[in-house]
């Protein structure tokens, strides 16, 4: 009987069977490099799938040992893994450095870290569970890039080819001499496991005297200045200075290298995946250390409130009401779910959660208030008068009372904006109703919001919010 028969068997309790079906498949039949850093969203799309239940699906046979999660700092560049880590804890640089674009870059969870899924080698071992063993255009593949760098298939090593003039594996502690023609181009000498690079802007009258060039690769991501050769011969001196192996390449910045990193994907960000309800649920607070500051650049805050829950208790009893309020949580939390949203938490009668993009959050708040007014309806009571408001911006990323939190200007922002609003109101600002798909939601059901300007305590200056009816 196969050995992973009863993890898969565990799976099903808890995921859709399609989608462990085709996990399974993936698992079982695909070549080792389709199960490296596995791109959930490109699987979901490849297979057929619901994206949100794609991502739940491998959150839970992480948790069950199938997979291994990675969380990888991405250069917004080129594409490249900067730094790859078991867990976001580990996350704790204040700047990253590619040495292919020459670049410095603060990290955001944003599109700077992706999250990706690499089967377990107790499930099924893989090349790449030893990538210092990997063929080299194999490490580029699986290793170098991230998930979101859509390299070609069938041919994609035919197109290497006609950007690498040489290339070797360099042991640790070794030395070697590389000799080549320089053409009239811009050329890179470019090695992945230690992130260096060094640029050589190859121009002027072509020359028969050979030029020499030393280069040490060692792990301190050094910035060397570009130099300037002619055309013509290039005796290159390489010294490995690191205990693993290198692979240095000689490459030529062409048309062919900027097609080959130009298509891209969209990948699972950091972001999203900390405002995933079954993440949450799984790993509550084993995400971000509790000295961490992790900065998203762009989420979306819902919170909700209801009104009138004195009176209700006075009304209806503490027992009976308090199992109205738990009744009216379990169905907001569904929806939150539903929209790829999570609850960060609940306080008092009020729930306060996080989406990736405005337009969830205002599909969303749309739901709860139709939700609301059914359940009513059904009860023959107006009991349950929900008032909601949205805010988008920046914020901060925390560990707050052993939980994963959020702190922020736009978190006060989103708060105070629901305190606005009165029974069964939707308020949204501005940054909110700007975003196309947000306003999309809104034109379709032929809604128009409408405009105030209102000063918010703690906020110096007026800002627009906008009544959803």
């Given at each position: 009987m196969d050995d992973t028969q009863p993890l898969f068997g565990v799976l099903r309790q808890s995921v859709q069977p399609n989608i462990v079906d085709a996990i399974e498949r993936l698992v079982h039949q695909?070549?080792?490099r389709k199960l490296c850093r596995v791109n959930v969203l490109a699987f979901a799309a490849s297979e057929g799938l619901d994206e949100e239940q794609t991502i739940n699906g491998f959150l839970h046979a992480s948790s069950l040992g199938i997979f291994d999660m990675s969380w990888n700092v991405l250069c917004p560049g080129c594409g490249g893994v900067l730094d790859a880590n078991t867990s976001l804890k580990t996350v704790?640089?204040?700047?990253?450095?590619?040495?292919?674009?020459?670049?410095?870059?603060?990290?955001?969870?944003?599109?700077?870290?992706e999250v990706t899924f690499t089967v377990s080698p107790r499930v099924r071992h893989i090349e790449a569970h030893d990538p210092h063993l990997l063929p080299p255009l194999e490490y580029f593949r699986q290793i170098y890039w991230g998930s979101g760098v859509d390299l070609p298939e069938e041919d994609f090593e035919a197109k290497v080819d006609d950007i690498i003039l040489e290339s070797l594996e360099l042991p640790p502690g070794e030395k070697a001499v590389l000799v080549l023609q320089l053409p009239a181009d811009f050329v890179i000498i470019f090695e992945p496991v230690t992130h260096s690079a060094q640029f050589i802007d190859v121009k002027g009258e072509p020359t028969r005297e050979r030029q020499s060039l030393s280069l040490v690769f060692d792990r301190l991501h050094r910035n060397n200045e570009t130099l300037t050769l002619r055309p013509g011969p290039l005796r290159i001196a390489l010294e490995n200075?690191?205990?693993v192996r290198v692979l240095p390449s000689v490459c030529v910045a062409n048309e062919g290298l900027h097609a080959l990193l130009g298509h891209r994907r969209p990948?699972?960000?950091?972001k999203r995946l900390l405002s995933n309800q079954t993440f949450r649920d799984i790993y509550r607070t084993d995400t971000i250390d509790v000295d961490q500051r992790l900065k998203i650049t762009s989420l979306t805050f819902l919170f909700t409130d209801l009104r009138g829950s004195t009176e209700l208790y006075e009304r209806v009893g503490d027992l009976a009401a308090f199992d109205l309020v738990r009744l009216h949580f379990g169905i907001l939390n569904d929806i939150v779910s539903a929209e790829a949203g999570a609850v960060v938490k609940t306080i008092g009668d009020a729930v306060m959660a996080t989406f990736p993009t405005p337009d969830r959050a205002v599909s969303a708040a749309m739901r709860m208030r139709e939700a609301m007014l059914k359940l009513n309806g059904e009860r023959g009571s107006e009991d349950l008068l929900l008032k909601i408001g949205i805010h988008e911006g920046p914020c901060i990323a925390v560990n707050l009372n052993e939980r994963q939190d959020y702190f922020g200007q736009t978190v006060n922002i989103a708060s105070r904006v629901q305190h606005l609003a009165t029974s069964r109101e939707i308020f949204a600002t501005g940054s909110v109703l700007d975003d196309p798909r947000a306003s999309d939601i809104l034109t379709r059901r032929g809604l128009t919001p409408q405009s105030q300007n209102v000063m918010l305590r703690g906020i110096s200056d007026e800002i627009s919010v906008y009544t959803i009816p």
């Open positions: 695909a070549p080792d704790q640089s204040d700047e990253y450095t590619c040495a292919l674009c020459a670049a410095g870059y603060e990290p955001t969870l944003d599109e700077m870290v200075h690191t205990d990948f699972l960000t950091a």
